[in-house]
């Protein structure tokens, strides 16, 4: 399996908070939505793993319900930032596909479709073995993915102004679809008053996973597997439960 590397923008981990807290991003309101799907279905659930859990946006808010939390990430500046902005919680580098922190936890989560990074089918399986197996028995494995091939559009463009403190971020993207990908192209203005006006661009490519194949993934890791949309907007939520 190749090595993974993430776009640039989560190389940027005071940019990617600066664009997401314009944006609205309601990482409290995602984790009481959460928490009553884990409470549901494992009512004494006490520890948590976010993966992909990027600067820590949900960490902070999980800890307020669960006894034991921590995170994984691909990125290291963002599991930098989140350990500046998470003290005493553990938040550690490593591949959803492929690390081992030689312990278990009640629930794992994985949003904000950080899973359609994976390049392929192979892959997928082998993320959600690797979260299966830091699963206690009867535990909870929540995953955002990515749209289905059906749901896919292309050709669409999304653009976003943000100021903050010194901070004006301009972000516009382009996603076109390509035989089993969305390939996203980004660009950012960034001006700050000490350092001018700063100009790049970023490529995501996210796979366009079938419901099948994502169902596929959690039955051959060993959960039982639910889809949830209503209620909610995107792509909707994969809810497993491992086996006791």
Not at 34 to 41: D, P, S
Not at 59 to 73: N, Q, Y
Not at 161 to 173: A, I, P
């Amino acid at each position: 399996m190749a090595t993974r590397t993430a776009p640039g923008i989560y190389h940027r981990a005071e940019l990617y908070d600066v664009i997401y807290r314009g944006r609205g991003k309601d990482y409290q309101g995602d984790v009481r939505e959460l928490v009553e799907l884990v409470r549901a279905r494992n009512e004494r659930a006490s520890s948590l793993l976010d993966v992909a859990c990027g600067t820590g946006g949900h960490l902070r808010h999980f800890a307020k319900e669960f006894e034991r939390v921590a995170g994984v990430d691909l990125a290291q500046d963002m599991v930098d930032t989140a350990r500046r902005n998470l003290p005493g919680i553990p938040v550690h580098q490593g591949d959803m596909c492929r690390f081992d922190l030689g312990e278990r936890f009640d629930v794992i989560t994985c949003m904000f479709s950080s899973i359609g990074y994976l390049g392929d089918v192979s892959e997928l399986d082998s993320a959600l073995r690797c979260l299966a197996a830091h699963l206690n028995p009867g535990g909870v494995l929540i995953i955002e993915p990515w749209w289905f091939p059906e749901r896919a559009v292309g050709g669409h463009v999304v653009s976003n102004l943000v100021s903050e403190g010194d901070y004006t971020v301009s972000r516009v993207s382009h996603a076109v679809l390509t035989d089993k990908a969305h390939e996203m192209q980004v660009h950012y203005i960034v001006a700050t008053p000490e350092q001018g006006i700063e100009h790049f661009t970023d490529t995501h490519v996210l796979s366009l996973f079938t419901r099948e194949q994502y169902e596929s993934a959690f039955t051959k890791a060993g959960c039982a597997v639910e889809y949830l949309t209503e209620g909610r907007p995107g792509p909707g939520l994969f809810i497993g439960t491992k086996a006791s």
